[in-house]
């Protein structure tokens, strides 16, 4: 069932044709995916939209999204959901993906996320954080230094995908030697996020987390017996109430770290680099001074979000934008939307590299707030900072030659550029 529907969505002729038919497909519609804005406009005008086929709605509105965010009545516990029970049916035989998903942060609610989430923060400190800085710099200049004597990169593969794996996986402790299978597994668990991102079902997900998780316990063991400065120390150390994680959620947190940080940042560095070639202009401002490079990013962030869109159950009703919703069901929150709503944003549409006031939900808002905000920040700086100083000329084509085809995550399958 769940490979049926990825390989549709997969179709550019059967999403171009059923895209004409309902909104909720319209989304998909390859037109749609290389400039999903026009179509958002339209969603946020409507107030609220019906998808028939979900069953759901769509929030568009800077106002409905954040209440979505942030009302209790709107959970991330979507046990009701029928996506979620094809995911729950494919997970079943397979422990360690079925321990991924019923640990996953995004996926539960309530006492045991404030619990599990609660002892990873406690070891994911923003001192660690910060202190992985310099670190990440070297690794961007060492990154760029490979790309020198060709003249030219592809900044997705050559930059803004291994940084972000490499970064996680030295924060993590696990050794450089097995950072190219670490990168494997974390490519094949991005479908936690996207489900129906995947092109073949259930299986590659599920040999990935089997792979992975037999690696974390051989890791994690090692760490028990000589605990060292590293996140998987901290986080067998990390107690509460004299409660620590239990092995199981151990491994289902530090793969989550690894399948929500890596294609996001990826993309981040991505559309933040289309975005300068778009807006010469604003990429002059910002050469002229690189001191605006963090705003900077807070505008790449609300004008193309990595991720564009998330979704909550409604667990009691709730009137939201006129509308009665009752208990079971699925609202959509376009992120991406609502970062361009003019009631929020002065000049929404504009791309300004010095805008200062700036509340995007590019990260989500209350109590599921991206846990690696400030992480992603720090390695897109790192990135862009060593990109913009080192080739100031760098130049390519303003469209990237695809995106990716998911209408969750945003950003370009490759992107090649010239340095000089
Ligand atoms: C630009 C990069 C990133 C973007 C755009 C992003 C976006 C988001 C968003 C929108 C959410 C909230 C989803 C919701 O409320 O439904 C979220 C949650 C989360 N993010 Fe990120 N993220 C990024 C990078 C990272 C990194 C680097 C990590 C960790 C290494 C990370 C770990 C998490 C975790 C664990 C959660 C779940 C938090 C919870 O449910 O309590 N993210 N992220």
Redesign the pocket.
């Known amino acids: 069932m769940l490979k049926l529907l990825q390989r549709l969505v997969a179709s550019e002729r059967w999403m171009r044709a059923l895209g004409a038919l309902s909104p909720s497909l319209r989304l998909w519609h390859p037109d749609v995916r290389r400039d999903p804005y026009p179509t958002y406009r339209r969603f946020r005008e409507q107030g609220l939209t019906r998808l028939r086929l979900f069953g759901g709605w769509m929030a568009a509105r800077y106002a409905d999204v954040e209440r979505i ?1 942030r009302e209790p009545a709107f959970s ?1 516990d979507r046990e009701d959901v029928a996506l979620m029970k094809v995911i729950h049916r494919a997970t079943r035989g397979a422990p360690d993906f079925q321990a991924l998903v019923e640990n ?3 996926m ?1 609610d309530g006492a045991r ?1 404030r619990r ?2 609660g002892l ?1 923060a406690k070891a ?1 400190t923003p001192r660690r954080v910060e202190a992985i800085r310099p670190r990440a710099q070297v690794l961007a200049d060492e990154l760029l230094d490979r790309v020198e004597r060709r003249g030219e990169m592809d900044v997705v593969a050559d930059l803004a995908q291994p940084l ?1 794996t490499i970064v ?1 996986a030295e ?1 993590l402790g696990v050794p450089s030697t097995d950072q190219e299978r670490f990168r494997t597994w974390s490519d094949a668990l991005v479908e936690l996020l996207d489900p129906l991102s995947g092109r073949e079902g259930i299986e590659p997900p599920r040999r990935a987390t089997a792979e992975l998780a037999a690696y974390l316990r051989e890791l994690l063991a090692e760490r028990r017996r000589a605990p060292r400065d590293d996140l998987l120390s901290a986080m067998i150390a990390a107690e509460d109430e004299n409660e620590s994680l239990a092995e199981g959620e151990l491994i289902a ?1 530090a793969s ?3 399948a ?3 294609e ?2 990826t ?2 560095i991505g559309n933040a680099v289309v975005l300068l070639l778009r807006h010469p202009e604003e990429r002059r401002r910002l050469q002229g001074d690189l001191g605006l490079l963090p705003g900077a990013i807070e505008e790449c ?1 609300r004008v193309e ?3 564009q869109l ?3 159950a409604v667990v009691e009703p709730v009137d939201l934008a006129g509308v009665r919703l009752e208990r079971g069901t699925i609202v959509g ?1 376009l ?1 991406a939307a609502a970062n361009r709503d003019p009631e929020r944003f002065t000049d929404a549409e504009r791309f300004d590299v010095g805008r200062t006031e700036n509340h995007h ?13 400030s ?3 720090l ?2 700086q790192a990135a862009l900072g060593a990109l913009l100083r080192r080739y100031p000329d760098f130049h390519g084509p303003v469209e990237p030659p695809g995106w990716k085809p998911s209408i969750v995550l945003r950003g370009p399958i490759a992107l090649p550029v010239r340095l000089h």
């Open positions: 965010l991330t996953n942060l995004l539960i996320h599990l989430r990873v994911f972000p996680i924060l947190l989550l770290l690894l929500a940080g890596n996001t940042t993309s981040l962030l979000p990595p991720v998330t979704d909550r929150a992120l939900l590019s990260f989500g808002l209350g109590n599921h707030f991206c846990l690696g905000a992480l992603a920040r390695e897109a």
